[in-house]
């Protein structure tokens, strides 16, 4: 965040919003990756880490030189 100049009234405004749309953006932001994350399980493939117990990871290949985990 900006250093802001002095204790006027203007910038303690200017400054709130500034965390407003902040807390906003993060919120958004979570909720798409939320929903791209949620997508790709729906597909069958994988978000990324290590498979449970029993289960394996295979790459399919999707193009040139492009390949997704499932």
């Given at each position: 965040?900006?250093?802001?100049?002095?204790?006027?009234?203007?910038?303690?405004?200017?400054?709130?919003?500034l965390e407003i749309i902040s807390d906003?953006?993060?919120?958004?932001?979570?909720v798409e990756v939320w929903k791209g994350?949620?997508?790709?399980?729906?597909?069958?493939?994988?978000?990324?880490?290590?498979?449970?117990?029993?289960?394996?990871?295979?790459?399919?290949?999707?193009?040139?030189?492009?390949?997704?985990?499932?």
């Amino acid at each position: 965040m900006e250093k802001m100049e002095g204790e006027t009234p203007q910038n303690m405004l200017l400054e709130g919003m500034l965390e407003i749309i902040s807390d906003l953006f993060n919120a958004n932001l979570a909720v798409e990756v939320w929903k791209g994350m949620t997508q790709k399980v729906k597909l069958g493939y994988d978000n990324g880490g290590t498979p449970p117990y029993g289960y394996r990871t295979e790459h399919i290949a999707l193009g040139h030189q492009n390949t997704k985990s499932v």
